[in-house]
């Protein structure tokens, strides 16, 4: 294990958490009841086939509520020169235990469907968010299940091209008509210039899965109130890179003031 794992686990250690209890039914069925509102209001999950998959904002969520957070353990390369293909592992670990409950493996590359033109940091992301999601899927599939929803995470049917596709009818021939001979426009009349087409809008740069995990164990801090707790955890899929990154500064600086005026005030 790495210094810098070795380093966050015992930061996230010392972190007040929920005292929801994995092991008892009426509890975790609780939460399930509220995971799946939290989803349906935040569209966190995809439907295949008619069902619904929660994506992997949802299932950190679950985590979250119950002390559990996702630690990515390494991410390796392993392209050659046909393939741009990652493999991440990623441990989740209990802040209440201070030990590590589970893990998970997966893989991105750009010869799966719909990835052929995809960067390689976006292959290697990718590689990330799914072992975060299968993670938590190796423990808390049964609370997603009582949820309503089913124990596989989204950005796993996107694997090997698992979204269906609908077949296309066969084409038959359609004898075409003889176009009628068009008269000359007169000489008077201009050209109209055909517009231009509307410049392309780019998609924004959602926060990173890292950046949420970080708002997350942050949150879980003592000082921060659990309203506040709740409005951001609402609000974290809304977050762009940038505004993430100013989130994070100003839960560290509120961690910093509320723990130095306590200290004053002692």
Request: glycine share 4%.
């Amino acid at each position: 294990m790495s210094e810098a794992t070795k380093t966050t686990k015992e930061q996230v250690r010392k972190t007040k958490v929920e005292s929801y209890d994995i092991s008892r039914s009426d509890e975790t069925l609780h939460l399930a009841t509220d995971l799946a509102k939290f989803i349906k209001d935040n569209k966190l999950s995809t439907t295949v086939q008619g069902k619904e998959f929660v994506n992997v904002e949802g299932w950190q969520y679950a985590g979250s509520r119950l002390g559990i957070v996702p630690i990515v353990d390494h991410v390796i390369n392993v392209s050659n020169e046909q393939e741009i293909k990652y493999q991440a592992k990623v441990t989740l670990f209990d802040m209440r235990s201070g030990h590590t409950v589970g893990a998970g493996f997966a893989i991105c590359s750009n010869k799966e469907q719909g990835k052929k033109f995809y960067q390689e940091f976006a292959i290697m992301s990718m590689a990330q968010t799914r072992a975060i999601g299968k993670a938590y899927r190796n423990i808390l599939a049964w609370i997603i299940r009582a949820a309503g929803y089913e124990p596989t995470p989204a950005e796993e049917m996107e694997y090997g091209g698992n979204t269906p596709t609908v077949a296309q009818p066969a084409m038959t021939a359609v004898p075409t008509a003889t176009p009628a001979p068009v008269a000359a426009a007169p000489a008077s009349m201009k050209a109209v210039p055909a517009e231009a087409p509307a410049p392309e809008v780019s998609a924004p740069a959602y926060a990173t899965a890292s950046q949420k995990e970080e708002i997350i164990r942050l949150l879980n801090h003592p000082v921060i109130s659990r309203p506040e707790k709740t409005k951001m955890l609402l609000n974290i899929n809304r977050l762009d890179e940038e505004r993430a990154t100013q989130a994070i500064a100003k839960l560290k600086k509120a961690i910093d003031d509320r723990e130095n005026g306590q200290a004053a005030a002692a």
